[in-house]
């Protein structure tokens, strides 16, 4: 069984600034990639940024120069620092870890966490 934990979400202003984590335990022996998704009122949820275990990463372009996603793999953790932020990135975040390897069950899966909102206002 995985977990992924999320915090960091809340209510921001325009410009403003929030850092969001997001943890992932149980039985884990690697990670492929982790990443962040959003998804906005009546919209579809869609990829803000991926980092995968070589540490390539993929931003979405509306976010690309204003949001960083960096990853401490001893922990499992994955970050998202968010500045500029715009009312527009106001959405539910989702913490999503892909590839989850455990050498015991020798399956291969994909997670998500739980949501963390985000508010941005004007």
């Known amino acids: 069984q995985v977990q992924l934990v999320e915090s960091g979400g809340g209510l921001a202003q325009a410009g403003g600034s929030l850092r969001l984590s997001c943890a992932a335990s149980?039985?884990?022996?690697?990670?492929?990639?982790m990443g962040w998704y959003r998804q906005g009122p009546g919209n579809e949820r869609e990829l803000v940024a991926e980092?995968?275990?070589?540490?390539?990463?993929n931003y979405a372009d509306n976010v690309e120069g204003r949001f960083t996603i960096s990853r401490a793999n001893a922990k499992n953790t994955v970050y998202l620092q968010m500045n500029s932020l715009k009312p527009e990135d106001t959405a539910v975040y989702y913490c999503?870890?892909?590839?989850?390897?455990?050498?015991?069950?020798?399956?291969?899966?994909?997670?998500w966490g739980q949501g963390t909102p985000v508010t941005v206002s004007s």
């Open positions: 999503n870890a892909r590839g989850v390897f455990n050498w015991v069950t020798m399956k291969v899966g994909d997670y």
């Open positions: 149980g039985s884990i022996d690697s990670i492929n990639a």
């Open positions: 980092i995968t275990g070589r540490d390539r990463i």
